[in-house]
């Protein structure tokens, strides 16, 4: 499969506060790819760096050294003119899908804003909001409506709408689905692989939730405290996971049954006391 992203040695400090702290590196050394019209999960908990590498193939953070390419093209060092070029290509679906959303605009406005400042006529532009609400499944006349109007997964939709409004080639998907109810996830989820068929787009999908990664993604990697300790098919990975984070992970899932749970609880904490995870590797 042919490389759309490439993730290699990316490593990334943030200062902290105080004239005698030292920098603190939150990724070590991170290597992934993702290929064109492949779904990879980037699963972790929280901490783990894993909205860090989010936010740097999307140019919002600055490596400490590695790199980010797209498409054969290095973004850490693209200028600013690029990197707005590369905007268009790399879109992101956040996961508070009301905050993402500016409330004082109608999602027609919100849709069609990006496509005017790319250069289409509103007319232009007004047709293809009406393509992009059917394509996530809303009525036409969602058009007219302010976000607060829709509930939880409307608004996801319409968050996926505007991702997709530049006919983007990857879009980081963010926890897109960790504040919807699991009825609501099932279906965000199936709209976005239903799009993904349509359309070939690739997916960075960013989660804690192993379970949800497994219902999008074809390969997975597992981020902890900064480093990947596992890559690889999502089926070959939750059947037979090599590293003790991962088989935590699985474990912390939650399942419907609650003597099931209460099992899965005991056996995650023998894991954790028997074998304490200090740093990865």
Request: proline share 5%; net charge positive.
């Amino acid at each position: 499969m042919t490389a759309l992203l490439e993730v290699e040695d990316l490593r990334v400090r943030f200062g902290r506060k105080g004239l005698r702290s030292r920098p603190v590196e939150v990724l070590h050394g991170v290597s992934l790819s993702v290929g064109v019209g492949e779904t990879l999960g980037l699963v972790g908990e929280s901490g783990s760096g894993k909205t860090t590498i989010g936010r740097t193939v999307l140019g919002l953070v600055t490596p400490s050294s590695g790199s980010v390419r797209f498409a054969g093209e290095d973004v850490t060092a693209a200028s600013r003119r690029t990197r707005r070029r590369l905007a268009k290509d790399i879109q992101v679906v956040f996961q508070d899908p009301y905050t993402s959303l500016n409330p004082a605009l109608s999602v027609g406005d919100i849709l069609s804003e990006p496509l005017v400042v790319q250069g289409l006529s509103r007319r232009d532009a007004q047709a293809r909001v009406r393509g992009l609400l059917e394509q996530v499944n809303l009525p036409a006349g969602a058009a007219e409506r302010l976000p607060r109007e829709f509930s939880g997964g409307q608004r996801q939709r319409v968050a996926i709408a505007r991702a997709l409004a530049p006919s983007p080639k990857l879009i980081v998907c963010d926890e897109p689905v960790s504040a919807l109810d699991l009825t609501t996830q099932a279906k965000v989820l199936d709209l976005l692989a239903e799009i993904q068929t349509r359309t070939q787009v690739s997916y960075l999908f960013i989660s804690h939730d192993l379970a949800v990664v497994r219902h999008i993604s074809v390969r997975v990697s597992v981020l902890y405290r900064g480093d990947v300790v596992e890559t690889g098919p999502v089926r070959d990975v939750i059947s037979s996971p090599s590293h003790d984070y991962t088989r935590r992970l699985l474990l912390a899932a939650p399942v419907a049954d609650p003597d099931k749970q209460a099992v899965r609880r005991r056996a995650r904490r023998a894991l954790i006391e028997s074998q304490p995870l200090e740093k990865a590797g």
